[in-house]
């Protein structure tokens, strides 16, 4: 028999937490041996979400190959510690553009092209392609957008031919709805999910389970009332109440007895207590947990950066903080601040942490700030981390404020800068449109032996993923090593600079890949885990300036 399929699907609003129900879902078949991978469907007409604005739509994350891809996928990189391509992430502009495709090839021999079939095809087309191609014996879709949506119709629609087609007990439908407690009134409301699941009920789709969001665990009245509105047996009504970690869903869902409903109803009841991995997966969870980090010793960090307003902006990067400080013994303190804020105030701003992170970004918008945080993580000796735009910018504060170099720049933000130090490199294009031209995915790294970024990797040889389209000027490197900065990683036969630091300090590291996307649970990215360290060892205040080397990693 083929492969199953989990579909989730959505009402009531955006922001409800499918992504965390579908990758909890897929944890738990994976803890129960199965071989399980997601998909993430978005709605949208942008072809993939490398344009979109990420405090409006949160962090891009990127893939393996290059993907530009919805958070989601992050998501269930960080749950099933596997990487997801690319094609796990389906837009409606990559569906149309197929069919438009095969339109114009003639692949339709003549047919007045439709939405059903044409497009429904494409996409259940894309779907088994996934399964079958990866040898899966479950597939979770998560399918975005809400249901009522006029974007999401030919998806669930799909959706709803794929259960004809495979037969009930290869699909199974799990929505995600939203039962609102309301204290004036004192009791969990249950009009929203009814109504979700009418809607959901009237395009032809009947959810097996339904997962209900609710700020404290549902009654069992509740449960009761919305099995007898929404034609789902009470014990398939599951409470996703609010957890100190979305981690802890797992475990919620598995105690309401997902899990085996699912496998039976698949045919699979003899696998439904073979999951020998949960107890791995429970140290995982339990490090991460609120309270298990609140006799740790502080590393309070200041991450500066230019979408703050939205904590999803830099979600992985918050993720691999927190990674890291389970795996260094230390309570990770975050605050966000707004690097527009920060220019000319940076040491007033920054005094108290013992960390400063500076995450990607693009465009002239707050540079300034961020140059000032780096140059004042260098003059005082703050442990500092650069992540892509905070590698470059890292580059211009050294030349400007330790080289002497006042007209040093960025081109992006400076085309004509006197000492253009980060720059497009020869036969990179500088014209054409923004989608789609920048480097990405992953590369291999050649680390320089002996020197502090060998000693935090334990290896001369790592593998990086990449968001970017600027790159240090080379012609200036000689210049910077001997004003103290060493360029330590390179790419691309030696050509590209990936990584930077100045022994000097106690820890100051700037690396142009996005190590954020490489860090699991249970499993940090190694330059994290030694800024963590580095920051914690600091403590609240600024250590001076000294020899001390980066830290190594036990």
Not at 225 to 234: C, E, G, Q, Y
Not at 366 to 393: D, M, N
Request: aromatic fraction near 8%; hydrophobic fraction near 40%; charged fraction near 20%.
């Amino acid at each position: 028999m083929g492969a199953r399929y989990v579909f989730v699907t959505g009402g009531v609003m955006s922001g409800l937490g499918k992504g965390v129900v579908a990758s909890s879902v897929a944890k738990l078949l994976q803890l129960s041996n199965q071989k399980v991978s997601c998909v993430k469907i978005d709605p949208y007409l942008n072809y993939d979400a490398g344009t979109m604005n990420p405090v409006a739509h949160g962090e891009v994350f990127v893939t393996e190959d290059g993907g530009e891809c919805d958070m989601d996928i992050g998501n269930y990189e960080r749950f099933l510690n596997q990487d997801m391509p690319r094609s796990h992430n389906i837009t409606t502009a990559q569906v149309y553009s197929s069919v438009i495709e095969a339109e114009r090839g003639g692949g339709y021999l003549g047919a007045c092209v439709q939405i059903i079939p044409h497009v429904t095809d494409e996409i259940k087309s894309r779907l088994r392609g996934i399964a079958g191609g990866e040898g899966l014996d479950t597939l979770v879709v998560e399918c975005g957008g809400t249901v009522g949506d006029i974007e999401s119709l030919p998806f669930l629609e799909a959706l709803r031919q794929m259960r004809a087609e495979e037969g009930p007990r290869s699909v199974a439908f799990v929505h995600v709805t939203l039962a609102p407690s309301l204290e004036v009134v004192g009791e969990q409301k249950t009009k929203p999910t009814q109504h979700s699941v009418q809607e959901l009920r009237r395009i032809g789709i009947q959810p097996d389970y339904l997962a209900v969001r609710c700020t404290a665990p549902l009654e069992e009245k509740t449960k009761e009332k919305i099995a007898l509105f929404s034609n789902v047996a009470r014990q398939d009504v599951l409470s996703c109440h609010d957890a100190p970690t979305i981690f802890q869903v797992p475990q919620i869902l598995y105690d309401q007895g997902i899990v085996g409903s699912l496998l039976t109803k698949f045919g699979k009841v003899g696998l439904v207590d073979s999951a020998a991995g949960w107890d791995g997966w429970n140290r995982i969870v339990g490090s991460l947990a609120p309270g298990a980090g609140e006799r740790r010793p502080p590393a309070r960090i200041a991450m500066v950066g230019k979408y703050v307003s939205l904590a999803d902006s830099y979600v992985s990067v918050n993720h691999a903080l927190e990674h890291a400080g389970a795996a260094a013994g230390a309570r990770v303190e975050i605050d966000w601040l707004d690097s527009e804020a920060l220019e000319g105030r940076a040491a007033e701003a920054l005094s108290g942490y013992g960390g400063v992170l500076v995450p990607g970004g693009f465009g002239t918008r707050g540079a300034g700030g961020i140059i000032s945080a780096a140059a004042h993580a260098l003059a005082s000796g703050i442990p500092y981390l650069g992540i892509c735009f905070g590698f470059q910018l890292a580059a211009v504060a050294f030349a400007r404020h330790e080289l002497g170099m006042g007209g040093a720049g960025s081109t992006e933000m400076e085309p004509d800068a006197a000492d253009p130090v980060v720059c497009l490199l020869p036969g990179q294009a500088a014209g054409g449109g923004t989608g789609g031209t920048l480097r990405l995915g992953a590369c291999d790294i050649e680390l320089e032996g002996g020197s502090g970024a060998a000693r935090v990797y334990g290896s001369t040889s790592i593998r990086r993923r990449h968001r970017h389209r600027y790159e240090f000027n080379n012609s200036y490197a000689r210049r910077f090593a001997e004003g103290g900065m060493r360029f330590t990683g390179r790419s691309g036969g030696g050509r590209l600079m990936e990584v930077l630091e100045v022994p000097s300090r106690r820890f100051f590291m700037g690396v142009q890949y996005h190590p954020e996307f490489s860090s699991r649970p249970g499993f940090p990215e190694k330059a994290f885990e030694a800024f963590v360290r580095a920051a914690a060892a600091a403590g609240g205040g600024a250590p001076a300036p000294g020899a001390q080397p980066i830290p190594e990693i036990s």
